[in-house]
């Protein structure tokens, strides 16, 4: 198992500005994915990011609006850039196991005014 | 693309009934399906995975089987208690082999009563 943690927990951001999110893990782990988890909706996967290469995204996002970096084997963030209220949502981070089990993190509450 | 559909968006039942969520899905046959527990305010946590090769698989008071044919899943929690309400999500991975990402249900709301 993992335990992950991520920060901020949540924040509130004015429209047009950026936020960062970070994501912890306590082992080192090859791929670290990203979900958003709007209201009532189910998770959808954002991008996927391996160390020591640029991240691959999901149909319907794109790098200039989630750039992740991913610095080490334990470690990502994700940025939500020029934001707007649609950007609104619960964004988590998760690890996956040999096992193919995923371990989420608490997850950040974005939003956007 | 793969679609899933669970149940129903919530289900009450009383303390000590057993809970069945169900899981439906479109397209091709995932290789496992996994069902997780999300709290409020809190991230999803794994219960159970399940393969295509599997029918069946417990887990203390969780059972899960796996209906390929149907493209059906069904949870169950036996003897269920109050501090099983959660919401439950069923997640596929996308292409039926060895790819590691996952598409989730909406999730069903699981209330239990005293």
């Known amino acids: 198992s993992a335990v992950i943690s991520q920060k901020p927990s949540r924040d509130i951001c004015q429209r047009g500005t950026s936020l960062t999110i970070q994501c912890q893990v306590d082992s080192q782990v090859t791929m670290m994915f990203w979900y958003r988890q709007q209201p009532g909706q189910s998770l959808t996967l954002i991008a996927t990011a391996n160390q020591g290469s640029e991240a691959t995204y999901e149909s319907g996002f794109v790098i200039d609006k989630f750039p992740i970096s991913r610095p080490n084997l334990t470690f990502s963030t994700l940025t939500v850039s020029n934001m707007s209220p649609e950007d609104s949502s619960i964004y988590l981070c998760?690890?996956?196991?040999?096992?193919?089990?995923?371990?989420f993190g608490p997850g950040t509450r974005l939003t956007v005014t | 693309s793969q679609k899933i559909e669970q149940n129903s968006e919530a289900l009450n039942i009383q303390e000590g009934k057993t809970a069945t969520l169900t899981c439906n899905y479109t397209n091709y046959s995932p290789a496992y399906l996994q069902w997780y527990r999300q709290d409020p305010g809190r991230g999803p946590v794994f219960l159970l995975l399940?393969?295509?090769?599997?029918k069946e698989k417990r887990k203390e008071r969780l059972k899960v089987t796996f209906d390929t044919t149907l493209k059906q899943s069904l949870f169950h929690i036996t003897a269920s208690q109050p501090a099983d309400s959660a919401t439950y999500l069923c997640a596929l991975d996308r292409s039926g082999g060895s790819n590691y990402k996952l598409t989730f249900g909406k999730g069903t709301l699981l209330t239990v009563n005293p």
């Open positions: 399940i393969r295509e090769n599997e």
């Open positions: 998760s690890v996956e196991d040999l096992s193919y089990e995923q371990y």
